[in-house]
């Protein structure tokens, strides 16, 4: 897992709620990523950032919004919007060797 | 975009057997090809990758060979042991795209002793 820490790991919110993920990295990497991983599918970009205070959106960012006020931190916020928002989320930085975070698993009932 | 398709979804080898799992991309643009170990539950480790000036990486008993012309890539896991058990991502992207990756469905490997 490298310098990338995802808190919590465990995450529970009822429908309807907003909900933060943590993401911080102490390896000076410029660019951070947000995928998302469903049961036996492959990971899916949500959002990614090259710098601070920009980020694109990927391929899959309807529900979810993100910011990057500093180098270390790109935290995702899961939006009531998101249909289906439970999912295994993992963050990475790293601009081609992207390395990731633990990783944190939210269930939304 | 970038369509990355991964075979086979399973893999089920003796211990000390070889594995390989190969993936297939469609953007002749892309350049770099990372493999990925996740062990269950865990975030994945970057294993081995390869650029496209590059035909053939190892590293110890893990190899990656790369077919520009036919578009696909793949992983050799030589000796296999238990701690080999895992799901491996394949990755492709363009160095221009500042690393938005495109993964494979994933291949879950089953060492048995």
């Known amino acids: 897992d490298g310098g990338i820490t995802q808190s919590p790991k465990y995450l529970f919110r009822k429908e309807g709620q907003n909900v933060t993920l943590s993401c911080e990295q102490n390896?000076?990497?410029?660019?951070m990523y947000w995928y998302r991983q469903d049961p036996g599918q492959g990971l899916r970009l949500i959002y990614y950032?090259?710098?601070?205070?920009?980020?694109q959106k990927g391929d899959i960012a309807e529900g979810y919004s993100v910011s990057r006020e500093k180098k270390e931190s790109f935290p995702l916020t899961v939006t009531s919007a998101q249909k289906n928002p439970t999912a295994f989320y993992l963050c990475?930085?790293?601009?081609?060797?992207?390395?990731f975070g633990p990783g944190t698993r939210l269930t939304v009932t | 975009g970038e369509n990355v398709e991964q075979h086979p979804s399973t893999l089920s080898v003796q211990e000390g057997d070889s594995a390989v799992i190969k993936c297939t991309y469609s953007?002749?643009?892309?350049?770099?090809f990372p493999w990925y170990k996740q062990e269950l539950g865990k975030g994945p480790q970057l294993i081995i990758d390869?650029?496209?000036?590059?035909g053939e990486k190892k590293d110890q008993r893990i190899a990656v060979t790369l077919n520009k012309t036919a578009k696909h890539f793949s992983l050799h896991i030589t000796e296999t042991q238990p701690e080999d058990s895992a799901v491996y991502f394949c990755?492709?992207?363009?160095?221009?795209?500042?690393?938005?990756?495109?993964f494979g469905a994933g291949t879950q490997v089953v060492v048995t002793p």
């Open positions: 953007d002749s643009a892309s350049n770099y």
């Open positions: 390869i650029r496209s000036n590059v």
């Open positions: 990475a930085s790293g601009n081609y060797e992207q390395y």
């Open positions: 990755a492709a992207s363009k160095t221009d795209s500042w690393g938005k990756l495109q």
């Open positions: 950032s090259q710098i601070v205070n920009d980020f």
């Open positions: 390896l000076n990497h410029d660019a």
